[in-house]
């Protein structure tokens, strides 16, 4: 066996839920910069999330999905609730997020299937850190089985 053979990393696809445009440009930096087997897919706001539902391919389903609360037109507990419901992506872990949120907010957010909940930090650097530390968190092997 050649020696100078490298390894093939894993893809991951991981679907960002986020209406923001500076949100979503740092996230695609931080993915890019720590995580270069990511695949990040964007989806701006919930019609679109529920058009790309109705039409997911199985080698598009992500392996995680992280999702802004605060969306507009369906609110982002709705697209949870949605999202529990499908049969694609019922067991795919979630980390919902919000800058504005309630403690009926968070409550909701795990009673609907919410994997984790966090605070969504105003400065943009923080939250490239909180993504960052996301991913890394459920792209681990031993959560990663105990979700799929």
């Not at 440009?25 to 695949?39: C, F, H, N, T």
Request: aromatic share 8%; proline share 5%.
């Amino acid at each position: 066996m050649d020696s100078t053979a490298h390894t093939v990393s894993p893809r991951y696809n991981v679907l960002l839920v986020e209406d923001e445009p500076s949100e979503v440009e740092l996230a695609r930096r931080a993915v890019v910069e720590s995580y270069p087997e990511i695949e990040l897919m964007v989806l701006e706001n919930a019609d679109v999330l529920l058009d790309w539902l109705n039409h997911a391919q199985k080698e598009n389903i992500p392996h995680i999905i992280l999702l802004d609360l605060k969306l507009p037109k369906l609110e982002g507990l709705a697209v949870l609730r949605k999202l529990r419901m499908h049969d694609a992506t019922r067991d795919i872990p979630v980390v919902a997020f919000s800058a504005r949120y309630t403690h009926d907010d968070v409550l909701m957010s795990y009673k609907l299937g919410a994997n984790t909940f966090v605070s969504k930090p105003t400065d943009l650097v923080q939250f490239n850190e909180l993504i960052r530390e996301k991913l890394k968190y459920w792209m681990h092997p031993h959560q990663r089985e105990m979700n799929f």
